[in-house]
T-cell receptor
Framework: GDSVTQMEGPVTLSEEAFLTINCTYT??????LFWYVQYPGEGLQLLLK?????DKGSNKGFEATYRKETTSFHLEKGSVQVSDSAVYFC????????????FGGGTRVLVKP | GAGVSQSPSNKVTEKGKDVELRCDPI?????LYWYRQSLGQGLEFLIY????????KSGLPSDRFSAERTGGSVSTLTIQRTQQEDSAVYLC???????????FGQGTRLTVV
């Protein structure tokens, strides 16, 4: 079945540092890929998504590129802020019209001032 | 409503008791999902509703778990004869239709003692 693997945390960074969270997936067909974020005390929110190979999703300074050849969707941000402290989840659905999300285990990121 | 609403936000119950968790999706959203977030298991899909029917209930962990949706709106997840391993945060999400962006509620934290 479909699966998502992401790097374990916690990841601790200083403000303005570069952040990368690795995510790889296993799926049949052509899944859609997502990054969700869960800020402390809040619900899961969609951060960005990509629905086909070589698409780049971006939002709030975060970017991730759908790499079919390496089955990866790594999340990057060039300069993190304290407010980026959260848990980040990589996820996929089976296709553009898919329904259920399959999530990775989540990566906790802590940004220190 | 403005967002997905779940109640109660916290529930402590004794082992062996039944519990009901409620989800009010965003008005007009036809698709509704239940997920479970637990330590060591990450985020797991439980069940998906399209309207009042559940075409995918493959994630329900045992026959103690059931869910229904009435009027194409509110959904109730019922856990019978709760066990300690049922302790988790139960998340509900809704989307305008299958494949559209899913919006998550803040979850119900269930603790079985």
């Amino acid at each position: 079945g479909d699966s998502v693997t992401q790097m374990e945390g916690p990841v601790t960074l200083s403000e303005e540092a570069f952040l990368t969270i690795n995510c790889t997936y296993t799926a049949t067909g052509y899944p859609s890929l997502f990054w969700y974020v869960q800020y402390p005390g809040e619900g899961l929110q969609l951060l960005l998504k990509a629905t086909k190979a070589d698409d780049k999703g971006s939002n709030k300074g975060f970017e991730a590129t759908y790499r079919k050849e390496t089955t990866s969707f790594h999340l990057e941000k060039g300069s993190v802020q304290v407010s980026d402290s959260a848990v980040y989840f990589c996820a996929l659905t089976p296709g553009a019209a898919g329904n259920k999300l399959t999530f990775g285990g989540g990566t906790r990121v802590l940004v220190k001032p | 409503g403005a967002g997905v609403s779940q109640s109660p936000s916290n529930k402590v119950t004794e082992k062996g008791k039944d519990v009901e968790l409620r989800c009010d999706p965003i008005s007009g959203h036809t698709a509704l999902y239940w997920y479970r977030q637990s330590l060591g298991q990450g985020l797991e899909f439980l069940i998906y509703f399209q309207g009042n029917s559940a075409p995918d209930k493959s994630g329900l962990p045992s026959d103690r778990f059931s869910a229904e949706r009435t009027g194409g709106s509110v959904s109730t997840l019922t856990i019978q004869r709760t066990q300690q391993e049922d302790s988790a945060v139960y998340l509900c999400a809704s989307s305008a239709n299958q494949g559209a962006r899913a919006f998550f509620g803040q979850g119900t934290r269930l603790t079985v003692v």
